[in-house]
DNA sequence: GTCTATAGTACGATAGAC
DNA sequence: GTCTATCGTACTATAGAC
């Protein structure tokens, strides 16, 4: 009993090469090869490819975004009347994606979501990211009420930028620091990528340069 | 006279075809016909799919960064003993960049290469950005005495992942933000980048949490 | 639910005429 | 330097037996 479904070795093969190799350089023969099924069993299951893949982001994106609506409802319980820490609510935007994820294929998936080029991304990004953008620009512009709303999109853009890179990009860091940082402590990401977006969350509008 | 070398063309229509729908999803036929040219030309003037991805992002990194060097060198020489102020230093890694890139294909070509799978882009990266990393990594120690090399290390990942995520997903600001927040103004998006990146490097390490 | 077989199309690359 | 023609391969998707 512990073989696991077709369908779910389907899934576990299409994440891993899309995230190794890329969505559109992922063939569905190299999927099911890997996955020791048909390359029928992929249309049987699935209705195409671009299903699968939204399949793909489903599994993984719909818990950890549920997660992080729920560590954002405990600090704002917590807080009662007055507004969230701004670490407090930053570390339920990037700690379940952190943890739930790093070390795993999705980070790569991950990472790039923003960056897939093509219409279909836009919808995968739309469908699950809507609402966490919602709730969570509304904790911060209470955090920050000295902040324009156009300031606080754009640095929540930023952050966002920060946090996708550092999920789909850890290699190139190990690369440039020489090996000296690595992607092996995530609770140490955790606390130093909060540190740096709350900083710059809370940055002086410059009017200089 | 004002009519364009064929390699140009191909230059400039494998640049956009690449940056609408991904290197992977982008045929050299469709590049060709773009083009108004021979699918053979492709093979003849580069000698194949590969190097022609390697040339487009060349002609446009390479003075890119020659820029970002250039205005390094003109604020060091300025500071003379002393370190240049931060915030020189961080828009000397960006503006060109910015300024440079904005409103232009390559933007969402060079967002996404930091992204892009296989080990082929991982070559484009180390080719291009060796030497700004080295120079830029230095200048920041000398400005940031303060913070340890992994902790710098760190902070100008997440940096780079502001710039690029900026340079690849302008749509999704766009969207998120219901058009509040635009590409049009590049000079703002520069000043806003280097307030939030120049707080996120200078900001206290965090140990709780 | 899983297989074989295949239809129909597109790909990168090259040979060879001009 | 540009063309046509084509080789060999790979793709997604589906029809139909088991």
């Known amino acids: 009993m512990n073989q ?4 779910t070795r389907i899934l576990d093969a299409a994440e891993r090469l ?14 099911t090869a890997a996955a020791g099924a048909n ?6 299951h699935f209705q195409s490819k671009e299903a699968l893949i939204h399949a793909c982001y489903s599994r993984r994106l719909g818990p950890a975004n549920q997660e992080r609506l729920e560590m954002l409802d405990v600090c704002q319980a917590r807080a009662g ?3 969230p820490a701004l670490d407090e609510i930053m ?17 790569a998936l991950m990472g790039r979501m923003y960056a897939e080029p093509g219409d279909f991304a836009r919808r995968v ?7 966490i953008a919602r709730r969570f620009s509304a904790a911060l512009r209470r955090a920050l009420p000295g902040l324009t709303e156009e300031d606080l999109f754009w640095r929540m853009h930023f952050s966002v930028g920060a946090l996708a890179h550092t999920l789909a990009g850890g290699k190139l860091l190990e690369i440039l620091s020489q090996g000296r940082c690595t992607m092996g402590d995530v609770q140490a990401i955790r606390k130093r990528m909060v540190a740096f977006l709350c900083a710059g969350l809370r940055a002086q509008a410059s009017e200089n340069l």
């Open 125 to 131: 990004v739309g469908v699950h990211i809507g609402e």
């Open 4 to 7: 696991v479904d077709t369908k």
């Open 91 to 107: 570390d339920a935007f990037v700690a379940p994606v952190l943890l739930g994820f790093m070390g795993t294929p999705f980070t």
């Open 39 to 44: 390359l029928a069993a992929v249309n049987y």
């Open 18 to 31: 899309f995230a190794e190799n890329g969505i559109a350089a992922t063939s569905l023969r190299a999927i």
């Open 81 to 83: 009347d007055g507004a």
